[in-house]
C-alpha cells in the first residue's frame, strides 16, 4: 500500500503555480475602460482573480444584463490573449515541484478559473501541460466555489475525496474543496492571503509551495502546519 497520504493534487492556476494577478487585474481595467463601466478598486478586481469570468463580472457588476456580459466577457479576453503585454511568471521552483511531485508518483490536475483557451496558452508556453492528467476550466462546468471541476476531475480518474488534495490561494478554492468533500491547502502569497484562507479548515497554510513535497511525507492527513 502506497505511503503517500494523497494519490492526486489538484492545482489551482493563478495565484498558485502563476505569478498572473496583475495582469489579470490589468486585463480587467481595459474590458472596464473598452466597456465603459464604472471603474472598480484594485481590492475588488483582485478578490475575484478564482472565478470564472462570468461569475467574476457578475460580482463587479451585480444586475447586470446578457449584453453588459457578453461585451465585458469578449472585451477581457481580447485583452488577455492578444493585446495586454503584462507580464506573467511562474512562481520560483513551480516546474520543478511539478516534476519531483510526478516523479514521486502523485497525479497531478489543475481546476481553474481560466477559460479553456486560456488555459491551454499558459499550458503550452510554460511546457507544463505534460504533467496534468486532468484539467479542468471555468468555460467548461460550473465555476469554484461550485464542486463540480474537482468531482468531475476524480470521476475522470477513477479516485476519491479521501484521495485528493485541492491546492489554491483563494477563498474559492477552500470552498470548492469543502463542497467536494476533499481536503485543501493554503498557499498564503495568492489574492487572498493566510487569514482568510484560515476560515476553511485547511489542513495547511504554506508560503512557499516548494515546501510540499516535505509537507507531504511528513505530515500525513489532517495535520495543521504551516511551512515558510
Known sequence: MSSRPYQLLVFDW???LMDSAARIVSCLRGAIADTGAEDRDEHALRDIIGLGLEEAIAALYPGSDEG????????????FLERDPTPSALFPGMAELLADLESAGYWLAVATGKSRPGLDRVLEETGLGRHFLATRCADETFSKPHPAMLNEIMDELGLMPADTLMIGDSEYDMLMASNAGTDRLGVTYGVHGGHRLARHAPVALMDDLRHLPQWLSGSGKGELGSAK
Open 14 to 16: 493563478d495565484g498558485t
Open 68 to 79: 453588459f456580459v457578453h461585451d465585458f466577457r469578449a472585451a477581457y479576453r481580447v485583452h
